[in-house]
């Protein structure tokens, strides 16, 4: 595996973290406020890009 694989695995693992975290501000009922799915919606984004970007290089 490339060490820009590992780097790619780490900084999603990251990014779910920070969903994590948004998540158990918004506990018990998970109800996001306009920013908060701002917020959301641009980690979802990126977290979508990494695995895209992680998968790519698995795939080599």
Do not use: C, W
Not at 37 to 55: F, M, P
């Amino acid at each position: 595996m490339s060490k820009r694989a590992v780097d790619m695995t780490f900084q999603a693992i990251y990014t779910l973290t920070d969903l994590r975290i948004l998540l158990r501000e918004t506990a018990p009922l998970h109800e996001l406020d306009a920013k908060q799915k701002e917020q959301a919606l641009r980690l979802l984004e990126n977290l979508e890009r990494q695995v895209g970007s992680l998968k790519q290089e698995m795939l080599k």
